[in-house]
């Protein structure tokens, strides 16, 4: 049954692996390794530089340091190296605020331009209004600056809301707008004598007003799309107002360049090119992430303007070397100091340029890890940062190993949600790109943690946690082949939990629900109503606020869609799957319950023992669900999972086989969802095929063989499937549910007299029999199931039997002689059992046919020796030596003379062979592992002490 036809859970297809690489993260590691390398040897010369300085200098000479230069540049590098190796120390977030590589230059930005132009606004208005140039303000609002820029992301988090950041995004260029209006009618010179400014009247004024209303009313009227007003909102989905959305941020970033350049018309003179360099200092500090390069920079000058001059005894002190006494090592002390601190700032810079061009690394790296979409941009961005740190850690020559896969693992053992999501999704990737699902497989299974937090994902049951909990599903559904949850408490119940729907239709009984608790919350939500009538007001004015500071959050309409696509394909980087989370959890529960099962027993034994959960899965088979609100599709992909996981259960070898067979039979709603299964017009192809096999497992324990027997409308509709002659015949596929329906009948026949005899009457004009001689006569795939069938039919069903039921049965006769000196194993035993009983019902034609073929002596022989080469039963075909027993009872009785010719075969002392070797595992029909089924109803010593009766 491996070719059938199987319902799985959607998943997205792979892409091509063909170029796909073991380790796609290589690459990167390579530079990040060089760039850390880098660092750190930075660092080693910062660590040997405060050594230096502290213990020779400081320590050594500390009267020899002039107090005016020398001993204050040491000291500020003494103070700077000790806050870095201060601030180093296990990765603190404050050295990773200022003293870090990785991420020491950063985009100018959206928000940082605009800081910028106010910034820049602020330091004019203020010189406007005072009077005045003040030296030393530029640089009082470049460190207000920096200090912004470096703290102000690390306050917003704590100080700052999402809607109060969202609306000074919004209002800030406006505000920068309206910062340029003093500056607009007037320019401004300089004076040297008093530093004061004096205002002159511009030749045409008029221009640079109608230049700043026209930027105004752009940015104003930009601001204002982005309200929450019906009518803003309406007027922003019209065909223009769509076009020009998506060219908002454009739009604005060039107005605020326009205001930059209106900024530098203001003044005239020298003062004009001191506005320009400070606003390229300024923009430069805003590119700064952090203060690594300022600090290197300031490193190298500070060693730099001492050590050129090399004036460390003073410019006017003449030094007599060959008496130098306490200071004979001074000077070179000094150098070496100098040296090592420019060449610790120039590893710094020389790090902070490479990892700029990180970029180029990182860009392949979505493609070859299989990421799509910004997020997988992100990932990537995760991982570098994730790939330095370890390279700051380890040893220098022998870094920690890291890649994709231990990142993965390492976010989902976090204890953050955001990074147990990423890296859920992430494995979830990994587990599509065969070169990489090997690696991630064996990874997980050897870490019980990882498996246990992705298990405890599962249990997630909050509304916001229904992504992260899919593709935790999605995960557990590739990993379920090759794990065993019996050491992982509570693992079942949390896979359980998939199968947990809060969809269903809420059917009341009369006689068990009542109204009270009903009316209790009634009262409550009342209670609450009227408190909230009494804030109408305060309700209105926080209305107004939102819709005048807060910018609407509206899904991203066609065009800004395929902007956005646009963008994207110029970045390189592969679009998000839009089927990615479609998946119904239920659905990916059953899939998982299906694969535990299929790989080890132990998970057999936890699924047995899991609270309720054969119950679930079998609510789900059923054509008519109590689910609202899901589609027909998913309704079919449900009841598909249900069966393919009752098919697994139900198909459990051995003793335990029986029990969990016992336990799924039990179910009161089993055997009925099943028979409306089987109606062709309810259910597809595929579903019945599994149907079928379900029954025909079910049907191996004998009460629940009874069960089936009284519901008419299984049998019947297995019996259509079995004789229906319009069944596609495409390959081997087409013929898969007659073969099983007929199995499942043939079971169904199995020591059950009733079961038989509503086989018989099920068809009417009693052409049953007809049809399953056909079957053995044509030779199809369905042959040993007919046989079977037929044979239990002779057996059970033959005070029913018509005389055309006989004759057709005589007209296979020959077939299945032919078919028993040449079968071997199963089939042999089939066919054996099937001439047994043609000789039994109808011993005249048997006879004949044995005479007339000539075949009589040979055919005899050939049992004998089939009895003698199975004195050992296997599981296989347990009863074999019984069929060959029975076959020669039957013979002998109807005709004694056969007796001369197995006496000529030696059959008595093959029959005492049997007697000799007996075997329990003789008394059943069939063998599912360890455990015998159907139970034949006459022991095999009763046939021996027949058949040498008949010797």
């Given at each position: 049954m491996d070719n059938v036809a199987e319902h799985r859970v959607q998943m997205p297809a792979a892409p091509p692996a063909g170029k796909a690489k073991a380790m796609p993260e290589k690459r990167l590691n390579r530079f990040v390794h060089f760039v850390a390398m880098i660092e750190r040897m930075g660092n080693a010369l910062g660590t040997l530089t405060f050594t230096w300085a502290t213990v020779v200098l400081l320590g050594g000479y500390p009267t020899v340091l002039r107090p005016g230069d020398d001993f204050w540049m040491v000291t500020t590098i003494v103070f700077l190296e000790a806050a870095r190796m201060f601030s180093h120390g296990n990765n603190r977030p404050d050295y990773q605020l200022f003293f870090r590589t990785r991420g020491a230059f950063k985009s100018l930005g959206w928000n940082g331009l605009i800081f910028t132009v106010c910034l820049m606004e602020v330091m004019v208005c203020v010189v406007i209004l005072y009077g005045h140039w003040i030296p030393p303000m530029p640089f009082v609002l470049l460190v207000i600056l920096a200090i912004g820029r470096f703290l102000t992301p690390g306050a917003a988090k704590l100080l700052i809301s999402n809607e109060l950041s969202c609306a000074i995004s919004l209002w800030s260029p406006m505000v920068a707008i309206i910062l340029l209006g003093p500056s607009v009618p007037y320019g401004y010179g300089f004076r040297y004598k008093d530093f004061s400014i004096h205002r002159f009247i511009t030749r045409n004024p008029m221009s640079r007003w109608a230049a700043y209303l026209v930027l105004f009313?752009?940015?104003?009227?930009?601001?204002?799309?982005?309200?929450?007003?019906?009518?803003?909102?309406?007027?922003?989905?019209?065909?223009?107002?769509?076009?020009?959305?998506?060219?908002?941020?454009?739009?604005?970033?060039?107005?605020?360049?326009?205001?930059?350049?209106?900024?530098?018309?203001?003044?005239?003179?020298?003062?004009?090119?001191?506005?320009?360099?400070?606003?390229?200092?300024?923009?430069?500090?805003?590119?700064?992430?952090?203060?690594?390069?300022?600090?290197?920079?300031?490193?190298?000058?500070?060693?730099?303007?001492?050590?050129i001059p090399q004036c460390y005894y003073g410019d006017d002190e003449r030094v007599d070397r060959r008496t130098l006494g306490d200071k004979t090592n001074f000077v070179p002390s000094l150098n070496i100091l100098y040296a090592m601190v420019v060449g610790q700032g120039i590893l710094y810079i020389v790090a902070c340029i490479l990892e700029v061009f990180s970029f180029i690394l990182r860009r392949p790296l979505i493609h070859l890890a299989g990421f799509r979409g910004p997020l997988g941009v992100e990932y990537v961005d995760?991982?570098?940062?994730?790939?330095?740190?370890?390279?700051?850690?380890g040893v220098v020559l022998a870094p920690k190993k890291t890649n994709l896969i231990t990142f993965s693992i390492d976010c989902i053992e976090s204890n953050s949600p955001k990074m147990q999501f990423y890296g859920v999704q992430m494995i979830h990737g990994f587990l599509k790109k065969e070169p990489l699902k090997i690696k991630a497989i064996s990874k997980l299974t050897t870490s019980t943690k990882t498996v246990t937090t992705v298990l405890n994902m599962l249990g997630w049951?909050?509304?916001?946690?229904?992504?992260?909990?899919?593709?935790?599903?999605?995960?557990?559904?590739?990993?379920?082949?090759?794990?065993?949850?019996?050491?992982?408490?509570?693992?079942?119940?949390?896979?359980?939990?998939?199968?947990?729907?809060?969809?269903?239709?809420?059917?009341?009984?009369?006689?068990?629900?009542?109204?009270?608790?009903?009316?209790?919350?009634?009262?409550?939500?009342?209670?609450?109503?009227?408190?909230?009538?009494?804030?109408v007001r305060l309700k209105w004015w926080k209305q107004m606020v939102i819709y005048c500071l807060i910018p609407a959050e509206e899904p991203p309409r066609m065009d800004e869609q395929s902007y956005h696509k646009h963008i994207t394909e110029c970045r390189s980087v592969p679009e998000d799957d839009p089927s990615m989370n479609h998946d119904l959890l239920p659905a990916l529960g059953m899939l998982i319950i299906?694969?535990?099962?299929?790989?080890?027993?132990?998970?057999?034994?936890?699924?047995?023992?899991?609270?309720?959960?054969?119950?679930?899965?079998?609510?789900?088979?059923?054509?008519?669900?109590?689910?609202?609100?899901?589609?027909?599709?998913?309704?079919?992909?449900?009841?598909?999972?249900?069966?393919?996981v009752l098919r697994r259960l139900t198909s459990t070898k051995g003793r335990f086989g029986v029990a969990l067979r016992q336990k799924i039979s039990e179910h009161?709603?089993?055997?009925?969802?099943?028979?409306?299964?089987?109606?062709?017009?309810?259910?597809?192809?595929?579903?019945?095929?599994?149907?079928?096999?379900?029954?025909?497992?079910?049907?191996?324990?004998?009460?629940?063989?009874?069960?089936?027997?009284?519901?008419?409308?299984?049998?019947?509709?297995?019996?259509?499937?079995?004789?229906?002659?319009?069944?596609?015949?495409?390959?081997?596929?087409?013929?898969?549910?007659?073969?099983?329906?007929?199995?499942?009948?043939?079971?169904?026949?199995?020591?059950?007299?009733?079961?038989?005899?509503?086989?018989?009457?099920?068809?009417?004009?009693?052409?049953?029999?007809?049809?399953?001689?056909?079957?053995?006569?044509?030779?199809?795939?369905?042959?040993?199931?007919?046989?079977?069938?037929?044979?239990?039919?002779?057996?059970?069903?033959?005070?029913?039997?018509?005389?055309?039921?006989?004759?057709?049965?005589?007209?296979?006769?020959?077939?299945?002689?032919?078919?028993?000196?040449?079968?071997?194993?199963?089939?042999?035993?089939?066919?054996?059992?099937?001439?047994?009983?043609?000789?039994n019902v109808v011993p005249e034609d048997f006879a004949r046919e044995l005479d007339c073929g000539e075949i009589k002596e040979r055919f005899i022989k050939r049992l004998v020796d089939v009895l003698n080469s199975n004195m050992v039963p296997t599981a296989h075909c347990p009863g074999i030596r019984r069929a060959v027993v029975q076959h020669a009872v039957y013979m002998m009785e109807n005709k004694p003379s056969y007796a001369n010719y197995f006496n000529r075969c030696w059959m008595m002392e093959a029959l005492v062979m049997v007697e000799c070797t007996p075997s329990k595992a003789e008394n059943y029909r069939l063998f599912w592992g360890d455990a015998g089924l159907m139970e034949h109803s006459i022991p095999l010593s009763a046939l021996l002490a027949r058949a040498k009766r008949c010797l």
């Open positions: 009313m752009v940015v104003l009227l930009l601001t204002i799309s982005k309200l929450r007003f019906a009518g803003v909102v309406k007027l922003v989905d019209s065909a223009l107002g769509r076009k020009l959305a998506c060219w908002r941020r454009v739009i604005i970033n060039l107005c605020m360049f326009a205001v930059i350049v209106m900024l530098v018309s203001t003044f005239h003179g020298s003062v004009r090119y001191m506005i320009i360099a400070f606003q390229a200092y300024a923009l430069l500090i805003v590119s700064f992430g952090n203060l690594q390069v300022p600090a290197a920079v300031l490193r190298i000058g500070l060693a730099l303007s001492r050590l995760l991982y570098y940062a994730y790939a330095f740190e370890k390279c700051m850690r049951t909050s509304r916001g946690n229904k992504d992260i909990r899919s593709f935790a599903a999605k995960v557990m559904a590739e990993l379920a082949k090759s794990i065993r949850i019996a050491s992982i408490p509570g693992a079942m119940q949390l896979i359980a939990s998939l199968l947990d729907t809060t969809h269903e239709t809420e059917i009341k009984d009369p006689l068990l629900d009542t109204n009270s608790q009903v009316a209790k919350q009634d009262a409550l939500v009342e209670q609450v109503s009227k408190g909230r009538q009494n804030s299906e694969r535990l099962a299929t790989f080890d027993l132990e998970n057999w034994m936890e699924i047995n023992g899991a609270t309720c959960l054969i119950s679930k899965i079998i609510e789900f088979a059923s054509c008519r669900t109590k689910m609202i609100n899901i589609s027909e599709t998913d309704q079919t992909m449900l009841k598909g999972s249900s069966l393919m009161p709603f089993l055997l009925s969802n099943i028979a409306e299964i089987l109606d062709e017009s309810k259910s597809s192809r595929e579903d019945r095929e599994v149907t079928a096999e379900i029954i025909r497992n079910l049907a191996m324990s004998g009460n629940t063989s009874a069960e089936i027997g009284h519901i008419r409308l299984i049998i019947s509709r297995l019996m259509y499937a079995l004789l229906r002659q319009d069944a596609p015949s495409s390959g081997d596929t087409g013929h898969l549910l007659p073969m099983i329906a007929g199995q499942a009948l043939a079971v169904l026949a199995m020591e059950s007299s009733n079961n038989c005899l509503v086989i018989m009457l099920a068809e009417p004009g009693h052409v049953f029999i007809r049809e399953l001689t056909i079957m053995i006569h044509s030779e199809s795939q369905y042959r040993y199931a007919a046989a079977s069938l037929l044979r239990d039919m002779c057996v059970q069903a033959r005070p029913v039997l018509s005389n055309s039921d006989l004759k057709n049965i005589s007209y296979i006769l020959r077939e299945v002689l032919e078919g028993i000196m040449d079968a071997e194993g199963a089939e042999l035993e089939i066919l054996l059992g099937l001439s047994s009983q043609i000789c």
